[in-house]
């Protein structure tokens, strides 16, 4: 009988927790360009404004954002869409945004705004975003009349092969930026939680190795090797006291010059990262990757 009342009430929790966290909603911005504008002007300032969205991205000010450009008889449009917790934040970032290509672009954009006047601010469409368990990102979106719901009795046991790094920057890693896989598996806990599945009933393991070991330097060794504190070290707390285990290499260790006391608290270590993928599928754990495309 107690099975019988569980599933019902993790999802109804599930549910109130929409409405408990902060929503964010997907705003979007058009820009148009007349049908004469000169080409390489409309490519120069459609890659201005990504790069200054991506910075935004990359300092935390933004979730995420999609940038596409759109041809037609009629002329370019150019479209960028990112969520905002209101119209007044979608707005604060639009204007930061707008500042930022203005000042590193000026003499692009002298030329782009006359060429591409037209721009306008609307809603994306009804998407809701929340964090149903992690707060600092990794938001699952609100999906009403789901059909098919995973069993929330279930133990979720995944292994990671983490070998992602931070995304590049003019060809080398951007250690400025937050290891794109750390923000992928906080996401993965949030969805699963935001299905109805019981935090304490998900169990990662993720071994880490190839490019990945630097994303988990202490701050005194990051910043030894780049010279800033390391914008790992909060994401790594928060998704250890989710329960995660980041489990390194010996190998790669041994291969860059890695000892045990450079390591962020909480990260153990292992003879191999490929026998920690081995045991741990041979356990029944689902296996994932994490890899730079």
């Known amino acids: 009988m107690k099975n019988l009342f ?40 459609h890659g201005a404004i990504s ?5 935004l991205k990359n300092q935390g000010k933004l979730l995420y954002f999609r940038a596409q450009k759109n041809e037609s ?31 590193n672009y000026k003499g692009i954009f002298k030329t782009f705004w006359k060429q591409c006047p037209a721009k306008q601010d609307t809603l994306a469409g009804e998407n809701r975003l929340y964090e149903p368990y992690i707060k600092s990102g990794g938001y699952a979106m609100v999906v009403e009349d789901v059909d098919e719901k995973p069993d929330p009795d279930l133990e979720y046991n995944i292994v990671i092969d983490f070998v992602s790094s ?12 937050v290891n794109w896989g750390l923000g992928h598996m906080r996401r993965i806990i949030n969805l699963h939680v935001a299905a109805g599945i019981p935090p304490e009933n998900i169990h990662i393991v993720a071994a880490v190795h190839a490019g990945a070991p630097y994303s988990f330097l202490n701050n005194e060794h990051y910043k030894e090797k780049y010279g800033i504190d390391n914008p790992n070290l909060p994401l790594i707390v928060e998704l250890q006291n989710a329960g995660v285990r980041f489990l390194m290499c010996g190998q ?13 608290e ?3 270590t292992t003879l191999t990262a490929q ?17 730079n495309d």
Not at 28 to 45: F, L, M, P, Q, R
């Open 252 to 264: 790669i260790m041994n291969y860059m010059n890695i000892t045990k006391n450079m390591l962020a």
């Open 73 to 103: 008889n009629d002329g370019t449009q150019l479209v960028y869409q990112y969520p905002a917790k209101d119209e007044q934040s979608f707005r604060e970032v639009s204007e930061e945004w707008q500042k930022m290509v203005e000042k």
């Open 51 to 55: 790069t200054a969205l991506s910075e």
């Open 6 to 45: 569980k599933f019902p009430l993790l999802i109804l929790a599930a549910l109130l927790s929409v409405n408990a966290f902060c929503q964010l909603t997907v705003y979007k911005t058009v820009v148009t360009c007349n049908s004469e504008a000169d080409k390489s002007i409309v490519e120069k300032g």
């Open 166 to 177: 931070s995304l590049l920057k003019n060809n080398k890693i951007d250690s400025s930026a």
């Open 275 to 291: 026998t920690t993928l081995t045991s741990y599928q041979l356990k029944g754990y689902a296996s994932k990757v994490f890899k």
């Open 266 to 268: 909480g990260t153990k």
